[in-house]
């Protein structure tokens, strides 16, 4: 039988920790219960990945796939820290293999998604981790289609 899981990663070095841990946590934790989710919180122990703690979202899901905890067609949900769920009704899981945020600002955004674990996230999460393929897109640019500007991965 599948699991569901809903994972957050609060390592931060200053006083947003202490927030996290008086407000954030214990909402995270019952919006976990709500939902039947087991609650996973990430804040010791984590290295930088490529300088940047944002790849930690994926680095600690495939140690969990890597170690058997997270097993096939378990779903995790990952929030960033300083995401607050307003409508704790709503369950964010997907039902997809992978699903994200469009903001309010209509940004895509990697604070907020779900997965469920199977051949296609698995890929996913390899080819986001693949250091040839980041050093090789790293400085590729872009055009925006809409401002018309340029920049790099």
């Given at each position: 039988?599948?699991?569901?899981?809903?994972?957050?990663?609060?390592?931060?070095?200053?006083?947003?920790?202490?927030?996290?841990?008086?407000?954030?946590?214990?909402?995270?934790?019952?919006?976990?219960?709500?939902?039947?989710?087991?609650?996973?919180?990430?804040?010791?122990?984590?290295?930088?990945?490529?300088?940047?703690?944002?790849?930690?979202?994926?680095?600690?899901?495939?140690?969990?796939?890597?170690s058997g905890e997270l097993k096939e067609n378990d779903i995790i949900t990952h929030l960033d820290a300083d995401m607050?769920?307003?409508?704790?009704?709503?369950?964010?899981?997907?039902?997809?293999?992978?699903?994200?945020?469009?903001?309010?600002?209509?940004?895509?955004?990697?604070?907020?998604?779900?997965?469920?674990?199977?051949?296609?996230?698995?890929?996913?999460?390899?080819?986001?981790?693949?250091?040839?393929?980041?050093?090789?897109?790293?400085?590729?640019?872009?055009?925006?289609?809409?401002?018309?500007?340029?920049?790099?991965?």
């Amino acid at each position: 039988m599948s699991k569901k899981y809903l994972m957050v990663i609060a390592n931060y070095p200053d006083e947003r920790q202490e927030f996290f841990e008086k407000y954030m946590s214990p909402r995270n934790k019952e919006y976990a219960k709500l939902h039947n989710y087991e609650y996973l919180e990430f804040k010791d122990n984590l290295s930088l990945v490529r300088d940047n703690p944002t790849w930690w979202k994926f680095t600690v899901v495939k140690d969990l796939i890597n170690s058997g905890e997270l097993k096939e067609n378990d779903i995790i949900t990952h929030l960033d820290a300083d995401m607050c769920v307003v409508k704790p009704e709503h369950d964010l899981m997907t039902k997809k293999s992978f699903s994200y945020v469009i903001d309010s600002g209509n940004t895509h955004c990697m604070g907020c998604y779900s997965m469920r674990i199977n051949d296609w996230s698995n890929n996913a999460i390899d080819m986001i981790l693949d250091d040839a393929r980041y050093d090789k897109l790293i400085d590729l640019e872009s055009v925006h289609e809409y401002f018309g500007t340029t920049s790099s991965f």
